[in-house]
């Protein structure tokens, strides 16, 4: 990755004030010329939510009105795209995320945790007058996770605030569906400039439908199923299917996932087996890996083999981040797995 240098004191120029001179650059230069003067380039960016999870585990939920003492608890960076980027950060590709925390401690924390991992946070904005999202998750012995959160109050970005010249460089955009309006406008970007985008949908909201024409691989929850389609699980992947994607996928936690495929092959990918420690991100490393399959153009069916490693190993402790594993332990795991393969229907 290259770098803008002060042409008098010869400084390298610090993420701000190359934020401004992009912004320049972006009124006035076509975004691919502005890549080749800059060379900064990051192989994913992704956009959307960025929070701070305070993770407790208990051997079991406790019930109404009484206590549960905690075995282990852990402050740690969370959110969909902001983790996918961790886990394909710690696989070895370049990143940037683009989102917006709010002027406080865990803002600070949540940016520090995405750069301890190597993801660069050049566009993550910070709102003077808002709050960070936080989310307080307790994990039971069976690695279950619940989630309470709150949105925070910092504004999500608009569509002005999206970087035309990184997106344009970049080989894919991954999306969690949040930060809608400029979502939209990094995916209008991304299909103008054939950049490859990923929409990891976890709860179809305002703006999913608009999105959903944009998007190239869709990798939905169970939620968003039950959303738009109904019990029949082929039903609702043709109908993700005809708003254009190559490929969707909806996983089902610890029952794995099914993917429909736009030449009309289908087939199920078991979840591997393990003993789940905590599940928190399961589906955010699941997306991080499904996109690290994307980049080195393996099948579809061989990516989702590789999304399921990652996210299984991701289990082994607690946190969404925590246990993301590297690609030498992925390669490993699925070597001891070799058996363990997509099943056609
Ligand atoms: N207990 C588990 N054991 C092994 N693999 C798991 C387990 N839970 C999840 N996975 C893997 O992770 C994938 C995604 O999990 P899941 O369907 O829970 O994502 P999600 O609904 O998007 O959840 P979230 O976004 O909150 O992590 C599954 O398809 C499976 O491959
Ligand atoms: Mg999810």
């Keep these: 990755m290259g770098g803008f240098f002060c042409l008098r004191c010869k400084e390298r120029l610090g993420a701000e004030r190359i934020n401004t001179l992009l912004e320049f650059l972006n009124r006035r230069v076509p975004p691919i010329l502005i890549y080749k003067m800059t060379k900064i380039h990051f192989d994913v960016i992704g956009l959307g939510q960025c929070s701070l999870d305070f993770l407790g585990r208990v051997q079991a939920y406790p019930k109404l009105d009484q206590k549960a003492e905690l075995n282990e608890t852990l402050i740690q960076g969370g959110g969909p795209a902001a983790t996918a980027l961790v886990t394909l950060s710690r696989l070895g590709v370049s990143t940037t995320f683009l989102g917006r925390v709010g002027n406080d401690e865990h803002g600070v924390k949540i940016r520090d945790g995405l750069e301890a991992e190597g993801v660069d946070c050049r566009g ?17 012995a069976a690695g279950h996770r619940t989630i309470f959160w709150h949105r925070g109050s910092a504004r999500p970005l608009a569509d ?9 460089a970049a080989s894919v955009l991954h999306l969690d569906g949040l930060q809608v309006e400029a979502s939209l406008a990094a995916a209008q970007i991304a299909r103008e400039h054939g950049v490859v985008t990923v929409l990891d949908g976890g709860t179809f909201r305002d703006g999913t439908a608009e999105l959903l024409p944009l998007i190239d691989h ?3 929850s169970e939620k968003f199923a039950r959303q738009v389609g109904g019990d029949d699980l082929h039903d609702t992947l043709a109908l993700l299917l005809q708003y254009g994607a190559k490929a969707v996928t909806i996983t089902f936690g610890a029952q794995g996932s099914q993917t429909l495929l736009a030449g009309g ?38 990516t989702v083999r590789f999304a399921a490693a990652c996210a299984a190993l991701k289990t082994r402790a607690l946190g969404g981040r925590t246990a993301i594993p590297t690609l030498v332990e992925t390669q490993a795991f699925l070597g001891k797995h070799r058996d363990l393969r997509p099943v056609f229907l």
């Design 124 to 140: 993550l904005a910070v709102d003077q007058d808002g709050s960070s999202q936080v989310a307080f998750i307790v994990v039971d």
């Design 218 to 220: 869709l990798v939905v």
């Design 265 to 302: 092959s289908c087939f199920n990918m078991p979840a591997f087996p393990v003993d789940a420690i905590d599940t928190t991100g399961c589906g955010d490393v699941f997306h991080g890996a499904y996109i690290y399959g994307l980049l080195k153009n393996w099948p579809i069916p061989e």
């Design 160 to 168: 002005r605030q999206v970087d035309v010249s990184l997106i344009a």
